[in-house]
């Protein structure tokens, strides 16, 4: 071995050299780290170190700075000279090659001050960043070895056996078997040969901690598989090592051959009477081969299939001997029990799960890695403290642990202790350590389905129930997530599940329905949703959704088709394809909270495409050069139905029924009719002829408004249901509630909904000089953009933070650009009078707590942080209500919300030839929730009215019809980007209550048209 | 190699020791030199080369030796702060190579300051 060299050096780069930082360049990294050194005259001084992982993967190549400790991650060529003159040679460590936490704004220079490290405990990772582990010199420096020497000198192998139980280790491979009983069930066997095998052969898809540690650190395996064969009586050893981790082989046959050659395997190791030595055996990735009885067979040379046990291995293994398994963690674990003691090691962890586990963290998760942390730790701690959370701030739905033998956990039991016992209670295993991290995005049906295909293939096939099983679930999973899904899929597959548990012979059948039960047992509505309403939530299953935008629609607005027309220019052909599902598209195409763009495929690595505003363009194109898509009742019936409302819901419902030639007459207690619309909705974003535009349209299809008519007092629903063959009550929510807090009743506290109707309809409205509206969603931007309109100092206050407000984005941008000052974090507790004249508000500040189970953090109050704000006027804009009073259908049901109850499938209430839709239904929601609500009134009161049974027809989503792509030029795939929306300027904006945002020019909404990736086409050649 | 006893490992970790402790962030102390632009100028590198130099010399395994930006007192360049453990910090001014070997036998290995080259006890707070 060579005179050692690395002390002589000031600053050690402790280079990530793991698979994951290597397949990143880390190598080459090297390279040019070791000329730009030499360059500088610093290759005396610094020295570049390959370490094995790191595992903060996520963000590699990663490099520790020692003695310093300062963390660089995403090393770059490029960035060297620099790196090297900074750091290295003036000590200015670089900041932009720190990390910085997805939530924060501060690069934190040191490794340890980083959650995602600072959480960990290490045990079987202690040596992982800071050895090389191709120097055995390094490890014995770090207490390497010694655990050896006392095994074989100061305890007897009774004794170390008795330690190892008394440390409580359990199997790290999957199963928890308790390693201290292993070894003492195989040490007891009758023989002198015996064998021990370390099981590195790692096949769950997103785990890879044992590669990881044979890569960082192979003498901790070597070591500990010395200490078992000196308490089993073991004199040979194999490490059974998948063949698909080159490195790792290496780098542990480079161990083997450094430890031979100071005499650590071989014969009489330290001048005692035990002599051991090991062979690597390559596997060639079979995932069964993971199985101990598979795995020796493949050893022998046989065909890698399980046999029945017993006899167990420790009994009857490796060519009939008795032979002891141990996965790389175990291994990696024994020396630090030995050399630290059990007591110590038993401290950790929980009452019957001890230490640490090493955890592969992927999917859907900010900071990808591997972790090794205290068994106990809840799947909390591990996602968010370490984890750093979900990317882009999307909802935790569920955690896969265990691989494909383990199970789904939801994000209701997001508290949950991991240790064996608590995962094995909610449906999942420990297993070997894989997490795979998923969100919202996520469909369960694809999960259980991308699982099943996965043991699927890597069934060996000797029993039937797992080979033949396995392609019965995977044709079900199939079908169910094709839209083909049928009653009793559900049964079948759970029958078949516990079938293919209970018939097969070993781990790899017995768990591999896990996946299929787990999700079932805790998103069985998620099942049921794809096989009964043909809908993925997720966005996920092609063949049911065919385009994200077009099944999240609630009105199944055919996005990518009307978008493939603007793209070609066919401006009247898409205007006809947006109308076909929506009679309201100038409205739509203004205030919208579009879904669809939140879920748009292109807006996960670039700007989603401007839905919307390309709507606006079409529906304003339409209006402005008069190429009206014309439309006409199917027939003329002679049935009459009245429409109680005429907000979205109304209009939409009265729009389908005109069509089907119903006599329709809408019922608006108002003086103008459009509800919400034209009530609520200020003029500069809805200006009035655009509504009027859309309104008259309804009317030319034969709908008669009565407006100024009060159902209840001008006319009885009674009497309505008499004279008219259906009823359908859309009435909205227009009762704000109150903050039910002291003082709220004084005089100029008011409500917004009341404030922005008394604007809309033109009223005089008085408010004073310092206004303040309090809540966070359309109505309070709405009405403090009103008051700055009206030359008010305007402030909002809102609990939570922006990111939770529920109010359209660009909306609460264009407040802020208005003048309004936003208050987030602010509650008011109380408002403050003086002789009956409103002063001020009192407040206090809110803090993000404890996250619920949905993962969000919820505001507490920060105590002591009490402040006042002086005010004129308080607008209370927190939410609203529906007002039934004036209805006088006391016979109604109604919820403990004060909206109507209905039948959630067919809209009918309680009284026969009722329907009720839209806010007063489901509480304040979106206009095209409320419009989805209209069309379905409609189809249900025509299907009422012809005396056909009320039911819904389920169907997949699918275009109607196609249109072709248009192929984009290699430039316009370069440069095109989504045009900025264009606003009049503010200091123009406060004069008056003209319309605020500018439409799309059409050359604008073409190329931004062109955007699109058609995601429709996919399913097309899907299907 | 021949075959290692158990002594061996420590005689192996005695060797290793320097690098351990320096990759634990760990050591008896700490000597900063401060390598801005003006503290090359002024001969920094020198500075450092000696204590490089030193320390493979005396086999000195257990000081970190670490370099950091301008010290703010660009005039009386070279600088260097010694660090020892639990003690505060002790910033030398003007230094030459003599001078730093003066101060690495006297403060580093002796443990007392050597006034005439100290600028001052401790460091500015960084707050």
Same mark, same amino acid.
């Given at each position: 071995?060579?005179?050692?060299?690395?002390?002589?050096?000031?600053?050690?780069?402790?280079?990530?050299?793991?698979?994951?930082?290597?397949?990143?360049?880390?190598?080459?990294?090297?390279?040019?780290?070791?000329?730009?050194?030499?360059?500088?005259?610093?290759?005396?001084?610094?020295?570049?170190?390959?370490?094995?992982?790191?595992?903060?993967?996520?963000?590699?190549?990663?490099?520790?700075?020692?003695?310093? #400790?300062?963390?660089?991650?995403?090393?770059?060529? %490029?960035?060297? =000279? /620099?790196? @090297?003159? !900074?750091?290295? +040679?003036? &000590?200015?460590?670089?900041?932009?090659?720190?990390?910085?936490?997805?939530?924060?704004?501060?690069?934190?220079?040191?490794?340890?001050?980083?959650?995602?490290?600072?959480?960990?405990?290490?045990?079987?990772?202690?040596?992982?960043?800071?050895?090389?582990?191709?120097?055995?010199?390094?490890?014995?420096?770090?207490?390497?070895?010694?655990?050896?020497?006392?095994?074989?000198?100061?305890?007897?192998?009774?004794?170390?056996?008795?330690?190892?139980?008394?440390?409580?280790?359990?199997?790290?491979?999957?199963?928890?078997?308790?390693?201290?009983?292993?070894?003492?069930?195989?040490?007891?066997?009758?023989?002198?040969?015996?064998?021990?095998?370390?099981?590195?052969?790692?096949?769950?898809? #997103?785990?890879?901690?044992?590669?990881?540690?044979? %890569?960082?650190? =192979? /003498?901790? @395996?070597? !070591?500990?598989? +010395?200490? &078992?064969?000196?308490?089993?009586?073991?004199?040979?050893?194999?490490?059974?090592?998948?063949?698909?981790?080159?490195?790792?082989?290496?780098?542990?046959?480079?161990?083997?051959?450094?430890?031979?050659?100071?005499?650590?395997?071989?014969?009489?190791?330290?001048?005692?009477?035990?002599?051991?030595?090991?062979?690597?055996?390559?596997?060639?990735?079979?995932?069964?081969?993971?199985?101990?009885?598979?795995?020796?067979?493949?050893?022998?040379?046989?065909?890698?299939?399980?046999?029945?046990?017993?006899?167990?291995?420790?009994?009857?293994?490796?060519?009939?001997?008795?032979?002891?398994?141990?996965?790389?963690?175990?291994?990696?674990?024994?020396?630090?029990?030995?050399?630290?003691?059990?007591?110590?090691?038993?401290?950790?962890?929980?009452?019957?799960?001890?230490?640490?586990? @090493?955890?592969?963290?992927?999917?859907?998760?900010?900071?990808?890695?591997?972790?090794?942390?205290?068994?106990?730790?809840?799947?909390?701690?591990?996602?968010?403290?370490?984890?750093?959370?979900?990317?882009?701030?999307?909802?935790?739905?569920?955690?896969?642990?265990?691989?494909?033998?383990?199970?789904?956990?939801?994000?209701?039991?997001?508290?949950?202790?991991?240790?064996?016992?608590?995962?094995?209670?909610?449906?999942?295993?420990?297993?070997?350590?894989?997490?795979?991290?998923?969100?919202?995005?996520?469909?369960?049906?694809?999960?259980?389905?991308?699982?099943?295909?996965?043991?699927?293939?890597?069934?060996?096939?000797?029993?039937?129930?797992?080979?033949?099983?396995?392609?019965?679930?995977?044709?079900?999973?199939?079908?169910?997530?094709?839209?083909?899904?049928?009653?009793?899929?559900?049964?079948?597959?759970?029958?078949?599940?516990?079938?293919?548990?209970?018939?097969?012979?070993?781990?790899?059948?017995?768990?591999?329905?896990?996946?299929?039960?787990?999700?079932?047992?805790?998103?069985?509505?998620?099942?049921?949703?794809?096989?009964?309403?043909?809908?993925?939530?997720?966005?996920?299953?092609?063949?049911?959704?065919?385009?994200?935008?077009?099944?999240?629609?609630?009105?199944?607005?055919?996005?990518?088709?009307?978008?493939?027309?603007?793209?070609?220019?066919?401006?009247?052909?898409?205007?006809?394809?947006?109308?076909?599902?929506?009679?309201?598209?100038?409205?739509?195409?203004?205030?919208?909270?579009?879904?669809?763009?939140?879920?748009?495929?292109?807006?996960?690595?670039?700007?989603?495409?401007?839905?919307?505003?390309?709507?606006?363009?079409?529906?304003?194109?339409?209006?402005?050069?008069?190429?009206?898509?014309?439309?006409?009742?199917?027939?003329?019936?002679?049935?009459?139905?009245?429409?109680?409302?005429?907000?979205?819901?109304?209009?939409?419902?009265?729009?389908?029924?005109?069509?089907?030639?119903?006599?329709?007459?809408?019922?608006?207690?108002?003086?103008?009719?459009?509800?919400?619309?034209?009530?609520?909705?200020?003029?500069?974003?809805?200006?009035?002829?655009?509504?009027?535009?859309?309104?008259?349209?309804?009317?030319?299809?034969?709908?008669?408004?009565?407006?100024?008519?009060?159902?209840?007092?001008?006319?009885?629903?009674?009497?309505?249901?008499?004279?008219?063959?259906?009823?359908?009550?859309?009435?909205?929510?227009?009762?704000?509630?109150?903050?039910?807090?002291?003082?709220?009743?004084?005089?100029?506290?008011?409500?917004?909904?009341?404030?922005?109707?008394?604007?809309?309809?033109?009223?005089?409205?008085?408010?004073?000089?310092?206004?303040?509206?309090?809540?966070?969603?359309?109505?309070?931007?709405?009405?403090?953009?009103?008051?700055?309109?009206?030359?008010?100092?305007?402030?909002?206050?809102?609990?939570?933070?922006?990111?939770?407000?529920?109010?359209?984005?660009?909306?609460?941008?264009?407040?802020?650009?208005?003048?309004?000052?936003?208050?987030?974090?602010?509650?008011?507790?109380?408002?403050?009078?003086?002789?009956?004249?409103?002063?001020?508000?009192?407040?206090?500040?809110?803090?993000?707590?404890?996250?619920?189970?949905?993962?969000?953090?919820?505001?507490?109050?920060?105590?002591?942080?009490?402040?006042?704000?002086?005010?004129?006027?308080?607008?209370?804009?927190?939410?609203?209500?529906?007002?039934?009073?004036?209805?006088?259908?006391?016979?109604?049901?109604?919820?403990?919300?004060?909206?109507?109850?209905?039948?959630?499938?067919?809209?009918?209430?309680?009284?026969?030839?009722?329907?009720?839709?839209?806010?007063?239904?489901?509480?304040?929601?979106?206009?095209?929730?409320?419009?989805?609500?209209?069309?379905?009134?409609?189809?249900?009161?025509?299907?009422?009215?012809?005396?056909?049974?009320?039911?819904?027809?389920?169907?997949?989503?699918?275009?109607?019809?196609?249109?072709?792509?248009?192929?984009?030029?290699?430039?316009?795939?370069?440069?095109?980007?989504?045009?900025?929306?264009?606003?009049?300027?503010?200091?123009?904006?406060?004069?008056?209550?003209?319309?605020?945002?500018?439409?799309?020019?059409?050359?604008?909404?073409?190329?931004?048209?062109?955007?699109?990736?058609?995601?429709?086409?996919?399913?097309?050649?899907?299907? | 190699?021949?075959?290692?006893?158990?002594?061996?490992?420590?005689?192996?970790?005695?060797?290793?020791?320097?690098?351990?402790?320096?990759?634990?962030?760990?050591?008896?102390?700490?000597?900063?030199?401060?390598?801005?632009?003006?503290?090359?100028?002024?001969?920094?590198?020198?500075?450092?080369?000696?204590?490089?130099?030193?320390?493979?010399?005396?086999?000195?395994?257990?000081?970190?030796?670490?370099?950091?930006?301008?010290?703010?007192?660009?005039?009386?360049?070279?600088?260097?702060?010694?660090?020892?453990?639990?003690?505060?910090?002790?910033?030398?001014?003007?230094?030459?190579?003599?001078?730093?070997?003066?101060?690495?036998?006297?403060?580093?290995?002796?443990?007392?300051?050597?006034?005439?080259?100290?600028?001052?006890?401790?460091?500015?707070?960084?707050?």
């Amino acid at each position: 071995m060579n005179e050692y060299s690395s002390d002589k050096y000031r600053l050690h780069l402790m280079l990530c050299a793991g698979t994951a930082c290597v397949s990143n360049k880390s190598f080459k990294i090297k390279v040019a780290l070791d000329e730009e050194l030499k360059k500088q005259g610093l290759d005396r001084e610094v020295i570049v170190v390959m370490t094995g992982c790191n595992g903060f993967c996520a963000v590699g190549p990663v490099m520790t700075v020692m003695p310093d #400790g300062i963390f660089y991650h995403s090393v770059t060529n %490029e960035i060297i =000279p /620099h790196l @090297v003159e !900074e750091h290295f +040679l003036k &000590g200015r460590p670089v900041k932009r090659l720190m990390f910085t936490p997805p939530t924060e704004k501060i690069a934190i220079p040191k490794m340890m001050d980083i959650g995602f490290f600072s959480r960990q405990t290490l045990i079987a990772l202690r040596n992982r960043g800071l050895i090389d582990p191709e120097i055995i010199d390094e490890y014995i420096a770090r207490d390497g070895y010694r655990a050896l020497a006392k095994a074989l000198t100061e305890m007897s192998p009774e004794e170390i056996i008795t330690e190892v139980k008394k440390s409580g280790l359990r199997g790290r491979g999957g199963a928890g078997f308790p390693t201290g009983l292993k070894w003492e069930l195989c040490r007891n066997q009758p023989g002198d040969s015996k064998y021990i095998i370390c099981n590195a052969d790692e096949g769950d898809p #997103g785990a890879y901690m044992d590669r990881s540690i044979v %890569e960082a650190d =192979p /003498h901790s @395996v070597i !070591e500990g598989m +010395l200490i &078992g064969a000196r308490a089993i009586g073991a004199s040979k050893g194999y490490v059974y090592i998948r063949a698909e981790y080159p490195l790792a082989m290496k780098r542990l046959e480079i161990a083997l051959d450094q430890a031979r050659e100071y005499g650590l395997i071989g014969e009489k190791i330290f001048d005692t009477d035990f002599s051991f030595d090991i062979s690597i055996k390559q596997g060639a990735g079979a995932f069964v081969c993971g199985e101990e009885t598979s795995l020796i067979g493949s050893i022998e040379g046989r065909p890698p299939e399980p046999r029945q046990r017993p006899p167990y291995p420790v009994e009857s293994g490796l060519w009939g001997k008795p032979t002891n398994i141990n996965n790389v963690e175990t291994w990696a674990t024994i020396p630090v029990i030995i050399d630290r003691g059990a007591d110590w090691f038993s401290s950790i962890g929980t009452q019957l799960s001890k230490g640490t586990k @090493v955890f592969s963290l992927v999917g859907k998760i900010n900071n990808t890695g591997l972790v090794e942390v205290p068994m106990g730790i809840t799947l909390r701690e591990i996602i968010y403290d370490i984890g750093g959370g979900i990317p882009k701030g999307k909802k935790f739905k569920a955690i896969q642990t265990g691989g494909p033998s383990g199970g789904c956990i939801p994000a209701s039991l997001i508290n949950l202790p991991v240790d064996y016992e608590k995962l094995t209670e909610a449906g999942s295993i420990m297993g070997s350590g894989g997490l795979i991290v998923m969100d919202e995005d996520t469909c369960v049906v694809d999960v259980a389905k991308y699982f099943i295909d996965f043991t699927n293939d890597e069934s060996c096939g000797k029993c039937a129930s797992c080979r033949d099983g396995s392609s019965e679930l995977l044709e079900i999973l199939r079908r169910i997530s094709r839209g083909d899904g049928k009653e009793g899929d559900l049964q079948a597959l759970e029958e078949l599940a516990n079938a293919i548990k209970d018939a097969s012979m070993c781990g790899l059948g017995q768990t591999l329905p896990n996946p299929v039960l787990s999700t079932l047992k805790y998103f069985e509505d998620e099942y049921i949703e794809h096989i009964k309403y043909k809908r993925c939530s997720a966005l996920v299953c092609k063949g049911i959704i065919s385009s994200a935008c077009q099944h999240i629609c609630p009105i199944s607005q055919d996005v990518p088709n009307y978008v493939g027309l603007i793209a070609q220019g066919k401006f009247e052909e898409a205007i006809k394809v947006v109308r076909k599902e929506n009679p309201l598209p100038l409205i739509c195409g203004r205030v919208c909270n579009t879904p669809c763009e939140k879920k748009c495929v292109a807006g996960e690595w670039d700007d989603p495409i401007a839905i919307r505003l390309l709507k606006r363009f079409l529906a304003d194109y339409e209006m402005r050069h008069g190429v009206v898509v014309e439309e006409k009742p199917k027939s003329d019936k002679k049935e009459k139905v009245a429409i109680v409302g005429s907000g979205p819901a109304g209009l939409t419902c009265a729009h389908s029924l005109a069509l089907e030639g119903y006599k329709v007459t809408v019922l608006e207690s108002q003086e103008i009719p459009g509800g919400m619309l034209s009530l609520c909705i200020p003029d500069f974003r809805l200006p009035k002829e655009v509504l009027k535009y859309e309104i008259d349209r309804i009317k030319g299809l034969g709908v008669e408004i009565k407006t100024n008519t009060t159902v209840g007092k001008d006319i009885s629903l009674n009497k309505l249901k008499d004279e008219y063959n259906a009823v359908f009550i859309a009435i909205g929510a227009y009762k704000g509630l109150k903050m039910k807090i002291p003082g709220e009743n004084t005089e100029g506290v008011i409500d917004a909904i009341e404030f922005l109707m008394d604007i809309n309809l033109g009223r005089q409205v008085e408010i004073g000089d310092l206004v303040i509206v309090v809540g966070g969603g359309n109505s309070a931007i709405d009405a403090a953009r009103v008051a700055r309109r009206l030359g008010k100092d305007t402030k909002i206050l809102y609990r939570r933070t922006r990111a939770e407000m529920p109010a359209i984005k660009s909306e609460i941008e264009e407040a802020l650009n208005e003048g309004v000052d936003i208050q987030f974090l602010a509650a008011p507790i109380n408002v403050i009078s003086s002789n009956g004249r409103l002063e001020a508000v009192e407040c206090i500040r809110m803090e993000l707590g404890e996250m619920d189970q949905s993962g969000r953090r919820r505001p507490v109050p920060a105590e002591g942080s009490e402040f006042k704000v002086g005010v004129d006027t308080l607008i209370l804009a927190i939410s609203q209500e529906p007002d039934i009073s004036s209805l006088d259908g006391n016979q109604l049901n109604i919820s403990k919300w004060n909206t109507l109850v209905v039948d959630p499938e067919t809209l009918s209430t309680n009284i026969k030839g009722i329907f009720a839709g839209g806010d007063v239904v489901t509480g304040p929601n979106t206009v095209t929730e409320a419009m989805a609500h209209g069309k379905t009134a409609a189809e249900m009161i025509d299907k009422y009215i012809k005396g056909e049974k009320l039911e819904r027809k389920y169907e997949v989503t699918r275009p109607a019809l196609y249109v072709q792509a248009v192929k984009l030029t290699e430039e316009e795939t370069k440069s095109l980007k989504r045009p900025k929306a264009q606003f009049i300027p503010t200091d123009r904006r406060l004069k008056d209550f003209a319309e605020v945002e500018l439409g799309f020019t059409e050359a604008d909404a073409i190329l931004e048209a062109k955007r699109c990736l058609r995601c429709d086409l996919e399913a097309k050649e899907e299907k | 190699m021949p075959k290692l006893s158990i002594k061996d490992l420590d005689k192996i970790s005695e060797r290793v020791k320097k690098t351990t402790l320096l990759r634990e962030g760990a050591g008896r102390a700490k000597i900063t030199v401060h390598m801005g632009t003006c503290g090359i100028a002024a001969g920094a590198r020198g500075i450092m080369n000696t204590l490089m130099d030193e320390f493979e010399k005396q086999e000195i395994k257990d000081v970190i030796l670490t370099s950091s930006g301008c010290a703010g007192l660009c005039s009386r360049e070279p600088m260097a702060t010694v660090e020892l453990k639990d003690e505060a910090p002790v910033k030398y001014v003007d230094l030459t190579p003599e001078k730093m070997r003066r101060v690495l036998a006297e403060h580093v290995n002796g443990g007392r300051v050597v006034s005439e080259y100290a600028l001052a006890k401790g460091s500015e707070r960084v707050s």
